[in-house]
């Protein structure tokens, strides 16, 4: 059995939920759970899962089956993406990011 204990973070940002696939607010308690039963390094309970104790098994069935969908709708992409260079990525990002300082520019006149 692993236990999920309360444990205060100073790391305010929104962390995974194991159970429903969701994520926390940026809660400073946090509900994990690690140790040498769990396949993961730690496991997350957002509050939202706490309020309907009864429903955890099912969502985290549920869980399992979206993951599984997810993983099959993305092995379908393998070898059918036509991708643009690093290259075409760097200009068109620095273009852009000189037409934005161009347009702040003008703000601050």
Request: aromatic share 4%; proline share 4%; with cysteine.
């Amino acid at each position: 059995m692993i236990e999920i204990k309360l444990v205060i973070t100073n790391v305010c940002t929104r962390w995974h939920c194991h159970v429903c696939g969701d994520r926390t607010e940026l809660d400073t308690v946090l509900c994990e759970g690690s140790g040498d039963e769990t396949p993961f390094e730690v496991v997350r309970v957002c509050p939202e899962c706490l309020k309907s104790p009864d429903s955890i098994d099912e969502k985290i069935e549920q869980q399992a089956s979206d993951l599984e969908y997810e993983a099959m709708l993305l092995r379908s992409l393998k070898g059918n993406l036509k991708l643009p260079t690093y290259e075409e990525w760097a200009r068109a990002t620095e273009k852009h990011q000189a037409e934005i300082m161009e347009i702040r520019k003008g703000r601050s006149k």
